[in-house]
């Protein structure tokens, strides 16, 4: 450092040389980036921006936009199956998040290790994330089915329950795509706690079992402090994910039966595509996206209170 | 080394380069289907999937030895609303789109469709006018040509009935009676508890269950809307009306309850699962359009099931009536070519191909061309012949030409599907949607 002091001092010409370089060097990762911004700003800023744009319209894409204000806003907010779709939504973003992380804790202190088998295991476990949406959600449909004959029916009936409506009656239905989701996103969220588990220091158990920490309290003082950053991620991940829910949703039931699994995302697509209200649509998307948003702000805003 | 390296970043910018530039021109192009351009071919966009595809572009191979003039076809189903208005967006729709008849307000709404002169088509005088009259505005506009017409009937097994001992149904009673023998009797005797009477598809998707209520509501001497007499394209709610009870009432008891005679979880299922529920022996009955005959005769109840009339109710006979209608849309640059077009799509000539050019994809289901004979031309299958006089005699069309009707479709899906969940009050449940649709008239400027 003293010698490239020494250096600037005693040749200036040099750095007037240096300047359009050192200008290359900070242009460079944007350029880098250039691509990705590029595609990134077309297909997902400007589209954004332009759906929150188009919340304040009556939207008629041939005839001409009309300005309304807040009127879209109003709409959705006074609709009843709104308030009903959003609070759907807060209850399956809770229950899916929680359980999918805790199931996905739990397979990752089970599956967490190098040997052969495990990795084998791991890998069948993480398959439904890999697994085509629509072909997976089609299955359960299957499995699911509410007549006495449905192979989970069966299977219930083997030890005397059931038949259970699952998908079919209003008091079950969100049970039941929930279920689903979990399924689908609890391996998930273990792989990124293996990773968070291989990624924790083994001095730190030596320490604490040489101090005498029970299992209980190895787990309980080292592995989840050390897990907070981890977690975080999979909570914040889980929560956008639940918040967004449509494909598991809309192939199961399609918001129904009497709109009991209805979440904002399946009423957006109803009024906009359904029901031709493609205003009202990007206002609710405009909510969401703004919901999202705080959320995310609120959680990281917490995680750097806890870590600091 | 700057050089090489310059080399270097060129080479991997090169491809990440022609990526964003062809991504770029391909949003900014409007897409292949559009018809900007000026181009010599004829955009034609048709809602439809499989082999709709082959059945159409015989048609237009036809049109095109005729005239000339060639046809690209666009054909997508699930996203087809999506793609329209995007290119609306555009300004850049294509030349005609081939759609439902009940898209037609939708699409006045949008103002996408212009004006045609029926008079001026050769030929327009032997196209049906209960076909005609799908396509008007509630002014008496045309907006449209009728292509293919349909109403509903019934498929009902006639194994099972003989299992039962008992008859099709012709009335609503009946249809109850047997619809409970086919649930509770055992009717394919398998010994087990496992059958329903009717396939109801209750979902609220595209507003399914509405769709099914339709033909109940017909029976019964309703409609979702009522034209003012005299009142200049003014309508009234009809949901809040006896008819609309009494057939709710009938469609959603016979899936709630302790014993329904609905295929389980009805309430969620669209038209693929319906068909299942009664292509593989979950139900005994199915109130479908005659397209179904081609994909069930495919299945496994080949011969086991007959088509009737829909059973008659307190008003008589009645069926829902739909059809696929020509669109001229907004802004073509072939314009002058849409009469032509028209002209030969309604001719028998066309018709005929579209019946029967490709057997598994029936795009004119009935011929809207009256001097088209179905008998003859589906010789040997009477069921043809019996959705033609269902049509003809009892058909009744949704009033399609009400700005944004799919809306009241929906509207009316979702009443039915909640209704149908908890066994509710039906009186109360169709007062509220008649003050729904009554808001909704009232904020499209049409209420009476």
Same mark, same amino acid.
């Given at each position: 450092?003293?010698v490239?002091?020494k250096r600037?001092e ?6 007037a040389a240096r300047?359009p370089?050192?200008l290359a060097?900070a242009?460079?990762?944007?350029l880098?980036?250039a691509?990705?911004?590029l595609l990134?700003?077309?297909f997902?800023?400007?589209p954004t921006l ?5 919340s304040f319209f009556?939207?008629?894409?041939y005839?001409?936009n009309?300005w ?7 709409q959705a907010l006074g609709?009843?199956?709104?308030r009903?779709a #959003?609070?759907h939504?807060v209850?399956?973003?809770a229950?899916?998040v929680?359980l ?6 739990a397979?990752a202190l089970?599956l967490?290790g190098?040997?052969r088998?495990l990795r084998?295991?791991r890998?069948a476990v ?8 629509v072909?997976v959600?089609?299955?359960w449909?299957t499995l ?7 192979p989970?029916?069966?299977?219930l009936?083997?030890?005397g329950?059931?038949?259970?409506p699952f998908?079919?009656?209003p008091d079950s ?6 279920l689903v989701q979990?399924?689908?996103?609890a391996p998930y969220?273990m792989?990124?706690f293996?990773?968070?588990l291989?990624a924790?220091d083994?001095?730190?158990?030596e320490a604490?079992?040489l101090?005498?920490a029970s299992?209980?309290?190895r787990?309980?003082h #080292?592995t989840?402090?050390q ?8 909570l914040?991940?889980g929560?956008i994910r639940g918040?967004?829910?449509?494909t598991e ?8 039966p009497a709109?009991?699994?209805?979440? #904002?995302v ?11 209200q ?8 405009t909510?969401?996206?703004l919901?999202?948003? #705080?959320l ?6 917490w995680?750097?209170r806890r870590e600091? | ?11 991997a910018?090169?491809p990440? &380069?022609a +990526?964003?530039? $062809? ?6 192009g ?5 018809s900007?351009?000026g181009g010599?071919?004829?955009?034609v966009?048709v809602?439809?999937a499989?082999?709709s595809a082959?059945a ?5 191979a036809?049109?095109t030895e005729r005239?000339g003039?060639e046809v690209?076809l666009f054909?997508t189903l ?5 793609k ?10 294509p030349?005609v789109?081939?759609n439902?008849?009940a898209q037609?307000?939708t699409m ?7 004006e045609i002169?029926?008079?001026?088509l050769?030929g327009q005088?032997?196209?049906s006018?209960?076909?005609w009259?799908s396509?008007?505005d509630?002014a008496?506009a ?10 509903n009937?019934? +498929?009902?097994?006639t194994? *099972? +009935?003989d299992?039962v001992g008992?008859?099709a149904?012709? $009335?609503?009673d009946?249809l @109850?009676a047997?619809?409970r ?5 055992d ?6 508890d496992d059958?329903?009477?009717m396939?109801v ?7 399914y269950l509405? *769709? ?20 200049d394209?003014?309508?009234v709610s009809?949901?809040?009306?006896d008819?609309?009870?009494?057939s709710?009432?009938? @469609?959603?008891r ?5 014993a ?7 309430l ?9 529920a009664f292509q ?9 359009g005659p397209?179904?005959y081609?994909?069930?005769?495919a299945?496994?109840?080949e011969g @086991?099931?007959t088509?009737v009339?829909p059973?008659a109710?307190p008003?008589g006979?009645?069926s ?9 849309m907004?802004?073509s ?13 309604i001719?028998a000539?066309?018709q005929?191909?579209g019946?029967?050019?490709?057997g598994?994809? &029936?795009v004119?289901?009935?011929p809207?061309? $009256?001097?088209v ?5 589906r010789?040997g299958?009477?069921? *043809?012949e +019996?959705?033609?006089?269902?049509y ?8 399609v030409?009400?700005?944004? *009707?799919?809306a ?7 009443t039915?599907n909640? @209704?149908a969940?908890d066994?509710?009050?039906t009186a109360?449940?169709?007062a509220e949607l008649d003050?729904t649709? $009554?808001?909704m008239?009232?904020?499209a400027?049409?209420?009476?």
């Amino acid at each position: 450092m003293a010698v490239l002091t020494k250096r600037r001092e005693t040749a200036p010409a040099r750095t007037a040389a240096r300047r359009p370089r050192r200008l290359a060097r900070a242009a460079g990762p944007w350029l880098w980036l250039a691509p990705l911004l590029l595609l990134f700003g077309f297909f997902k800023f400007w589209p954004t921006l332009w759906g929150m744009y188009l919340s304040f319209f009556e939207v008629r894409p041939y005839l001409g936009n009309t300005w309304t204000g807040w009127e879209n806003f109003a709409q959705a907010l006074g609709d009843d199956a709104f308030r009903s779709a #959003v609070a759907h939504t807060v209850i399956d973003a809770a229950v899916t998040v929680t359980l999918s992380a805790g199931i996905g804790f739990a397979l990752a202190l089970l599956l967490e290790g190098p040997a052969r088998h495990l990795r084998l295991l791991r890998t069948a476990v993480f398959l439904p994330v890999v697994t085509a949406m629509v072909a997976v959600v089609e299955l359960w449909n299957t499995l699911l089915y509410p007549g006495a004959h449905g192979p989970l029916n069966s299977l219930l009936g083997l030890v005397g329950l059931g038949p259970l409506p699952f998908l079919s009656d209003p008091d079950s239905s969100l049970a039941s795509v929930m279920l689903v989701q979990i399924w689908k996103s609890a391996p998930y969220d273990m792989v990124i706690f293996v990773a968070g588990l291989a990624a924790i220091d083994r001095q730190l158990y030596e320490a604490a079992a040489l101090d005498g920490a029970s299992a209980w309290q190895r787990m309980r003082h #080292v592995t989840l402090p050390q897990l907070r950053p981890v977690t975080t991620i999979v909570l914040t991940l889980g929560v956008i994910r639940g918040l967004r829910v449509f494909t598991e949703i809309y192939v199961l039931t399609g918001g129904g039966p009497a709109g009991s699994t209805e979440t #904002v995302v399946t009423y957006t697509y109803k009024a906009g595509i359904q029901n031709n209200q493609l205003g009202m649509a990007s206002a609710v998307s405009t909510v969401l996206f703004l919901v999202t948003v #705080v959320l995310t702000c609120l959680t990281l805003w917490w995680r750097r209170r806890r870590e600091d | 080394m700057s050089t090489v390296r310059g080399r270097w970043v060129g080479r991997a910018l090169a491809p990440v &380069t022609a +990526l964003v530039v $062809t991504a770029g021109l391909t949003a900014c192009g409007g897409g292949e289907g559009g018809s900007g351009g000026g181009g010599g071919a004829l955009q034609v966009w048709v809602r439809g999937a499989e082999d709709s595809a082959a059945a159409y572009e015989e048609i237009f191979a036809g049109y095109t030895e005729r005239t000339g003039v060639e046809v690209e076809l666009f054909m997508t189903l699930t996203d087809f609303e999506t793609k329209l208005n995007a290119a609306a967006a555009a300004r850049d729709l294509p030349d005609v789109v081939i759609n439902d008849a009940a898209q037609l307000g939708t699409m006045l709404g949008q103002g996408i469709i212009t004006e045609i002169d029926r008079d001026a088509l050769a030929g327009q005088e032997d196209v049906s006018d209960t076909a005609w009259a799908s396509t008007t505005d509630i002014a008496g506009a045309t907006y449209a040509v009728p292509f293919s017409a349909q109403a509903n009937v019934l +498929l009902v097994r006639t194994d *099972w +009935l003989d299992a039962v001992g008992m008859e099709a149904p012709t $009335t609503w009673d009946e249809l @109850l009676a047997v619809g409970r023998a086919f649930t509770t009797e055992d009717p394919d005797g398998n010994g087990q508890d496992d059958t329903y009477g009717m396939a109801v598809p209750g979902s609220t998707e595209r507003g399914y269950l509405a *769709w099914n209520w339709a033909t109940y509501l017909a029976q019964a001497g309703g409609s979702f809307l009522e034209p003012v007499p005299g009142g200049d394209g003014a309508y009234v709610s009809g949901a809040g009306s006896d008819a609309a009870v009494a057939s709710a009432d009938l @469609l959603t008891r016979m899936i709630c309850g302790d014993a329904p005679m609905a295929q389980p979880g009805a309430l969620n299922h669209v038209t693929s699962a319906t068909n299942t529920a009664f292509q593989t022996g979950v139900t005994g009955m199915y109130l479908t359009g005659p397209y179904a005959y081609a994909t069930t005769d495919a299945t496994e109840i080949e011969g @086991l099931y007959t088509a009737v009339a829909p059973p008659a109710g307190p008003a008589g006979a009645g069926s829902l009536a739909e059809g696929t209608s020509l669109y001229a849309m907004a802004g073509s640059d072939h314009a002058d070519a849409f009469p032509g077009f028209a002209e030969y799509m309604i001719s028998a000539e066309a018709q005929e191909t579209g019946m029967i050019g490709v057997g598994s994809a &029936t795009v004119v289901r009935l011929p809207v061309n $009256t001097t088209v004979d179905v008998a003859e031309v589906r010789a040997g299958d009477e069921r *043809w012949e +019996l959705a033609r006089r269902v049509y003809e005699e009892n058909g009744v069309y949704e009033p399609v030409a009400v700005p944004n *009707w799919g809306a009241y479709r929906a509207a009316a899906a979702e009443t039915l599907n909640s @209704l149908a969940a908890d066994c509710g009050d039906t009186a109360a449940a169709m007062a509220e949607l008649d003050a729904t649709f $009554t808001g909704m008239l009232g904020d499209a400027g049409i209420g009476g």
